[in-house]
């Protein structure tokens, strides 16, 4: 066994290969509990700390700054604003897709949160960092339990 130490920091290490990036999230407690209020009542749900004063959405179970397990859940508003967006030109797979998307940061109204989700209704000129939006749903028959039960937001 060698112990070579590198202890040139400005020395980089090279590897040759390819890195996964792919993952699955797995929601847990609090998403499953998350993504059936989204599918079956149309509603953001939150957990918030009191001690903290931290509203998680998406929802956690535990805070992460003080560990205290999270049982209060509160309904957040579907309405937030950009944070930040980008215009995507390739899906997960790296294949092109038919039209860009636009992608935003939105950080969900009375909350310490937000979702990442497209924004539709308005095109790269005329969307703006600070901009109020609202999630709109897609049709209560067409929901899944996940994250596209919410078809985009747009500008209210
Ligand atoms: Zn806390």
């Keep these: 066994m060698s112990f070579d130490k590198n202890i040139n920091p400005m020395k980089l290490h090279h590897l040759v290969g390819d890195m996964e990036a792919d993952y699955i999230y797995t929601p847990g407690v609090a998403g499953d509990k998350f993504f059936k209020a989204l599918r079956d009542e149309g509603k953001l749900l939150a957990t918030s700390c009191e001690t903290c004063k931290i ?26 604003v950009v944070d930040s967006f980008t215009l995507v030109h390739e899906d997960r797979d790296g294949k092109k897709l038919p039209e860009p998307v636009l992608v935003a940061f939105i950080r969900i109204d009375n909350t310490d949160g937000g979702l990442i989700h497209k924004l539709g209704g308005v095109d790269l000129d005329a969307a703006k960092i600070g901009m109020t939006v609202k999630a709109v749903l897609k049709d209560k028959s067409k929901r899944t339990g996940g994250l596209t039960d919410i078809d985009h937001f747009a500008p209210e």
Excluded: H, N, V
Excluded at 55 to 80: H, N, Q, V
């Design 55 to 80: 509203t998680y959405l998406p929802p956690r179970m535990y805070c992460e700054r003080c560990f205290s397990e999270l049982d209060k859940w509160i309904e957040a508003e579907s309405s937030g």
